[in-house]
């Protein structure tokens, strides 16, 4: 049987992959909220198009998979969510034309994009990853 745990598990990963999907093709794709009737869970996939806005953050993203290695990330980097001094962040693109602080990241408490430091950015993910392997061996 499948949880409320993992559900949310699997759609943060959906939330992630529709993010590349999203620069890769310049649609905006949105998730619904989980649903669940009868043991069977729903998560539907709103696909339309960009407004000015979407373009801007979708250059980001499509540029965040493209250089993504030259900051020592991984394109599939783009869509985590880190935490930061004490903050839950989320990466969703690279800003090419701001080399000192290239990754664009939105605070997840205030909900504004920020420019932060690669280095920075690659450290936070590292010490997400190393929490998370060790909330699932105590698991």
């Known amino acids: 049987m499948i949880n409320e745990q993992q559900i949310k598990l699997i ?3 959906l939330a992630r992959a529709t993010q590349i999907v999203s620069a ?3 649609v905006v794709v949105d998730l619904t909220v989980p649903s669940e ?3 069977r869970w729903q998560i539907s996939l709103l696909i339309s198009a960009q407004s000015r806005d979407d373009q801007d953050l979708n250059e980001q993203a499509r ?8 900051h020592d990330l991984r394109p599939e980097d783009l ?3 880190f935490l930061m001094n004490g903050e839950k962040w989320t990466l969703y693109g690279l800003n090419v034309a701001t080399p000192r602080y290239p990754i664009v990241a939105t605070k997840l408490s205030d909900g504004r994009n ?4 690669a280095a920075a950015v690659k450290l936070a993910l590292e ?6 392997l060790g909330e699932q061996a105590q698991q």
């Open 24 to 26: 890769k093709h310049g």
């Open 114 to 117: 920020y420019k932060l430091r």
């Open 79 to 81: 869509g985590r969510e």
């Open 11 to 13: 759609a943060k990963d």
């Open 127 to 132: 010490r997400t990853d190393t929490e998370a």
């Open 63 to 70: 540029a965040f998979l493209e250089h993504a290695s030259e």
């Open 37 to 39: 009737e009868k043991e």
